[in-house]
Structures are given as structure tokens and as C-alpha cells.
């Protein structure tokens, strides 16, 4: 039976990517993949041998992509899914390849590697215990209060990923909802230029205003817990704040 293999490739450092990953890639026939140009730097930095196929498969063309990649499965070829960084389907395209190997009776391989979400959460100082991740928020104001609204009261850390253009109103929308609660702005994750900004939610949105982002951005934020709150006193910037250069 052919095998669909779900790989996990870096999200920035090329170096991230697994032995079980290159291996993998060296040998299949089909390779789908998000953006065929980014997938190809791997293959270049790493020597591998390109597949005979290599196909775009991404949010645009997510139906006719996908009946390929069943078509390649069934004439009992394997078949390597991609996204541009990090796991198929965590906030990229995937998910519904993946469901519909399953239903047609084809097995899935995830082989695992790096994932911003996990990188953030760790980095950021907060609790790991217990966490959620809810991808991108809405972009428009009301939309997005009421969307974090639904995690006022959660105790677990909360992860998201925002565009350096928004990253300050969504912190500022965070702490009108949430309160002046810890978070951390993680940008450019495992890349040359990688920083995390930690501090009250208050105090980041004055930072992100005062000097724009670039990059990509996630975000975790402290769950509900009154050890969590930046007091008063500090929201000058005074408090626990701090940044972390890679």
C-alpha cells in the first residue's frame, strides 16, 4: 500500500530539518508542496535528488491538487506532503489531503520537525502545561475582540500567529479584553534575525507601535491567573519586561 508522508519542514534554519525527513525526500517519486520554490531550496542545500514529480498543492487549489495526489496513491505510489514551513495542515493547507487518504483507505506517515507554535510557547516563558493555539485572529477590530473574548477566562496559554502589519492592534485589542496580562512576541523564529519581546500586553503594543515589526510573528499570551497581570506600576514599561536576541 502506498504511503502518504506528512513532513515537517523548517519553519527558518535550514539545519532543522530531520535525518528521517531527508531520507524520505531522497526517495519518493511525488512530492506535494505548498510553494515548489521553497521546497526546492531543501533539496538544493541538502543534495537531494528531485522526485520525478513535484506538484503545487495549496489553499487555491486544494481539490484539483488533491485528486492527483489520491490518483498517485492509489497506483500505489508514495506521495510526500509540504507547507512552506513547519506541519501540514497547523494553519496551512493539509488538513483535508490528510482526511481524505484516511477515508480511502491509504496510510499516513507524519514524520515531525519543527513547528513555531511549540517554539514560541517554550520561549516565551509562560505556562506549557496547557495551551491552545487558534492560528490567525480576525482582522478587524470587533471581530477579533469578540474572538478573544471566548479565551477570557481559560486558564491555558494561548498561541497565535499574526501579520507584522497587525501584530500591534491585536495586542492592543488582547489587553482591552484580557486584561494587561504577560505575553510574549515572538518573531522570526530559528532565523538569523529571531527576537523575543516579553512583557505586559500594554507594553508590547506601545513597542510594536513605537517600531514596526517585520517577519513572521507568533504570539502567546498568558492564560487567566492574577499572578499573570503586569500591575498597575509597571505599565510604564518599569515591570518585567525583556528581549531576547538569537
Known amino acids: 500500500m502506498a504511503v502518504l508522508y506528512v513532513i515537517a519542514t523548517p519553519i527558518g534554519n535550514l539545519g532543522d530539518i530531520t535525518y528521517r525527513a531527508v531520507r524520505t525526500l531522497s526517495r519518493i517519486e511525488a512530492l506535494a508542496c505548498e510553494d515548489t520554490r521553497r521546497t526546492r531550496r531543501i533539496f538544493d542545500h541538502y543534495a537531494i535528488p528531485a522526485p520525478k514529480t513535484i506538484l503545487s498543492y495549496h489553499e487555491h487549489n486544494e481539490e484539483k491538487a488533491g485528486a492527483r495526489i489520491l490518483g498517485f496513491l492509489t497506483r500505489g505510489i508514495d506521495v510526500a506532503l509540504a507547507s512552506n514551513a513547519g506541519y501540514p495542515g ?18 499516513v506517515q507524519v514524520i515531525p520537525g519543527a513547528g513555531a507554535v511549540e517554539a514560541a ?94 517577519g513572521e510573528v507568533t504570539l502567546v499570551i498568558a492564560g487567566s491567573n492574577p499572578k499573570f497581570l503586569v500591575p498597575e506600576k509597571d505599565a510604564d514599561g518599569s515591570g518585567p519586561a525583556a528581549e531576547r536576541n538569537e
Open 90 to 107: 497547523v494553519s496551512d493547507p493539509g488538513y483535508r489531503i490528510i482526511s481524505r487518504a484516511w477515508e480511502e483507505g491509504h496510510e
Open 121 to 214: 510557547l517554550v520561549s516565551s516563558g509562560l505556562p506549557t502545561s496547557s495551551y491552545l493555539f487558534r492560528g490567525f485572529p480576525p482582522r478587524k477590530s470587533g471581530r477579533r475582540r469578540r474572538f478573544l473574548a471566548e479565551e477570557r477566562d481559560a486558564p491555558h496559554t494561548l498561541v497565535l500567529f499574526e501579520s507584522p502589519q497587525r501584530v500591534a492592534a491585536t495586542l492592543r485589542d488582547a489587553a482591552a479584553v484580557l486584561g494587561n496580562r504577560m505575553a510574549a512576541v515572538c518573531v522570526e523564529l530559528t532565523k538569523k534575525f529571531e527576537r523575543v519581546h516579553r512583557g505586559g500586553l500594554e507594553q508590547l503594543a506601545e513597542q510594536c507601535e513605537s517600531k514596526p515589526l517585520r
